[in-house]
């Protein structure tokens, strides 16, 4: 069963900065995709960052400049850095993993979301 475990987030004044973690726990080889997203109240869950097996990243505009998603796949973990923090990225976040399950499928599999809180 393949467990995600995410850290890092809490409360930070407007233009500080968090670093969050998350761990996933499957064969380095499976592991594809992985990407962070955050759910404000009222609101759909949305796409921040995202970075291939092989590094490429992408990222949502209103993140763009600000946040730097990266991965080291010795750990199979996953990070977001998040510099220049507004009030309006106050959200759970969540990350996100996709892993291959077998030889032509893949899961998606999701953390238990870390709460991030920026206040003004």
């Known amino acids: 069963q393949v467990q995600l475990v995410e850290s890092g987030g809490g409360l930070v004044q407007a233009g500080g900065s968090l670093r969050l973690s998350c761990v996933a726990s499957a064969r380095t080889s499976s592991i594809r995709a992985m990407g962070w997203y955050r759910q404000a109240p009222g609101k759909q869950r949305e796409l921040v960052a995202g970075?291939?097996?092989?590094?490429?990243?992408d990222y949502a505009d209103f993140v763009k400049g600000r946040f730097t998603i990266s991965r080291d796949n010795a750990k199979n973990t996953v990070y977001l850095q998040m510099n220049s923090l507004k009030p309006e990225d106050t959200a759970v976040y969540y990350c996100?993993?996709?892993?291959?399950?077998?030889?032509?499928?893949?899961?998606?599999?999701w953390g238990q979301g870390t709460q991030v809180t920026v206040s003004s």
């Open positions: 970075i291939t097996s092989r590094g490429s990243t």
């Open positions: 996100n993993v996709n892993i291959m399950t077998s030889v032509v499928r893949s899961t998606d599999y």
